[in-house]
Every structure is written in structure tokens, then in C-alpha cells.
């Protein structure tokens, strides 16, 4: 299995994390980890590899991505250079690399990925993904607004993507997608994202969402809906505002999910250590905080950051 990530010094903490929880969950299965990066220091390359090899059948690969595209585009808002950094790496991985998992550092990994993994892709399919459920709950439609996508069309989150690395190439894909990241990168809201969606969106291949990219967040279920055989999920300003009835199946979708990702500035458990909690992001916090624990406890050698 080969799976990509990206970090800098200042999102060491939830790496450490993510890459923590995926090895714990694929103890047998021998993983390539490629580290696309620019802006780490020595001591927190050497931490991540500590963590890696603390595993059997699990080694990290360096991917300098090199500093020419951060003199080019400037980061926006949250978002660091190291968003780009996805891409940025297709053009160094090696030959024998077909396929890679992406997967952002702000998740949790709960179960083993190799289904997901293991998904087939044909030759005209970049890239599997999850719809971004997140836009619907959060009611933050204006995204699909703002690159003109109809808002019954399925907007992706890039957080998890199974790369087909074989159509990338071929397709000579990553100098279009680069050229359109230094064109617009500032002109959308979510920027890498974004100009994913409007290059590929009719091209993807979807999985459930509730299983590979659920966010922390309450999840109820509209009754009136379901008695009509239909899936929908209630938006806050739906759950608060309307006298309705929902079934809440958080603890379902928590139990069954196999990548949890605490996505958008307000739902990292890491950044309220000594703080009040959003009421939806308590649900999940003990799941992040018991893995940091348990990671510091199978590695003794590794230095506690906080």
C-alpha cells in the first residue's frame, strides 16, 4: 500500500497523530508512506519516521517539493502551501507507484483502508474521493456558488483522494492542475479544492462519505424522508430551526466510520486541550485524544508536543 501525506512544523501534532492511527490499524500490511514537505525541520522528519518505523513492513519516503511553487502562489487564509502539496508530488513519485492513498493530516484512521484501497479505477477515472457532506450540514453552500456548480451536483472533499497515479501521468494531468492552482488559487474559497471540483468532478469515483471522511459533527436522520425511502441528513439550521423529527444515528455513523476528519478551523480537538468544546466536536474528541495517548505510550521514545 502506498499512502501520501503532507505537513509542516506547525500541524506536527495531528501528523503525528493520523500517521499513528494508520499503522495501528494495518499492523500486517507492508505501507509505503511518502512525506511531501518543504518546510520541516530535521527533528520533525526524524519524529515522523520514529513513528513509522516503530511499525513492522512500514518505512517513510522524502518528497522535497522544493520552493519554486511557494514563491509563486500565495498560501490564503488557513490554508498553508502544504494543500498543494498533493499534487505537487504525483511528478516525484517513483515509476513502480500506480496508485497512492492521500490522506490529510487532520484525520483519525479507525479501521483498516485496504477495501478502499484496493478500489478499481479505470483508465478514465483520476481520482476516488468523498462527497464533502460538511457543505450541506453546515449549510456553507455559497462554495458551490463560487465555482458556479449546481448545488445538486456532488462537491468533493480532497482530504482523502485514492489517486490513479497511471491516469495522472498519462494524461499529463498534474501541469494543467498546477497551472490552474498559480492562475486562481486566490480566487476561490477553498483553493486547491475548488479547482479540483472544476476539473474533475464528472470524472470521479464516489464512496460513502460516512464511511471514509465522516466530520465531527451531530448526524440525524430526516423520519419523513425515510419513510419515503430516502437518505437525508438534517443541516443544523434544519435540526434547530424546524419542528421535525430525526433519528440520530451519530453514534452509528461513529462506530462504523473508518476515517474520521476533523476538517474546517473550528472541529481539531488538539487546538481546545484546556478550552470549552463545540458541543458536536465533544462527541469526538476522546477518540483523537485516547490515540494521542496510546501513541505516546507504544513509543516511548517519542517527545510529547502539546
Known amino acids: 500500500m502506498n499512502i501520501l501525506f503532507s505537513t509542516n512544523s506547525a500541524f506536527i501534532i495531528p501528523t503525528s497523530v493520523m500517521l499513528y492511527s494508520a499503522c495501528v490499524c494495518h499492523p500486517d500490511t507492508p505501507i509505503d508512506f511518502y512525506l511531501a514537505y518543504h518546510n520541516l525541520t530535521a527533528k520533525d522528519i526524524d519524529r515522523l519516521n520514529t513513528i513509522v ?9 522524502l518528497l522535497d517539493v522544493g520552493d519554486e511553487f511557494e514563491k509563486t502562489v500565495k498560501a490564503k487564509e488557513q490554508y498553508s502551501h502544504e494543500t498543494y502539496y498533493r499534487i505537487l508530488a ?14 490529510d493530516g487532520d484525520m483519525l484512521i479507525r479501521k483498516n483502508l485496504q477495501e478502499l484501497y484496493d478500489t478499481v479505477l479505470d483508465a478514465t477515472c483520476p481520482f476516488v474521493v468523498c462527497e464533502d457532506i460538511h457543505l450541506d450540514i453546515r449549510d456553507y453552500q455559497y462554495i458551490k456558488d463560487g465555482i458556479h456548480m449546481p448545488r445538486t451536483s456532488r462537491y468533493f472533499n480532497a482530504g482523502m483522494l485514492l489517486m ?16 490552474a492552482f498559480v ?5 476561490y ?11 474533475y468532478a464528472d470524472k470521479v469515483k464516489f464512496v460513502p462519505w460516512t464511511l471514509y ?18 437518505i437525508k441528513y438534517a443541516s443544523y439550521p ?27 478551523n473550528l472541529l481539531k480537538p488538539w487546538k481546545y486541550r484546556n478550552g470549552v468544546f463545540y458541543e458536536d466536536l465533544a462527541l469526538y474528541s476522546d477518540l483523537w485524544f485516547d490515540c ?3 501513541m505516546y505510550q507504544q513509543i516511548p521514545t517519542l517527545e510529547h508536543l502539546i
Open 90 to 103: 504525483v511528478n516525484l513519485l517513483p515509476d513502480s507507484v500506480h496508485r497512492i492513498l492521500y490522506l
Open 183 to 187: 492562475r486562481e488559487a486566490g480566487i
Open 164 to 179: 490513479n497515479i497511471d491516469y495522472l501521468r498519462q494524461m499529463r494531468s498534474t501541469g494543467y492542475i498546477i497551472d
Open 238 to 264: 434544519e435540526l434547530f430551526n424546524q419542528p421535525k423529527e430525526y433519528i440520530n444515528v451519530t453514534e452509528q455513523l461513529k462506530k462504523h466510520a473508518y476515517i474520521i476528519h476533523y476538517l474546517g
Open 213 to 230: 471522511n465522516l466530520p465531527p459533527m451531530h448526524w440525524n436522520l430526516d423520519v419523513n424522508e425515510l419513510l419515503l425511502g430516502r
Open 292 to 294: 494521542e495517548k496510546e
Open 53 to 61: 518505523t516503530s511499525f513492522p513492513e512500514k518505512r517513510m519516503i
Open 189 to 199: 474559497t477553498c483553493p486547491d479544492q475548488d479547482i479540483l471540483n472544476i476539473l
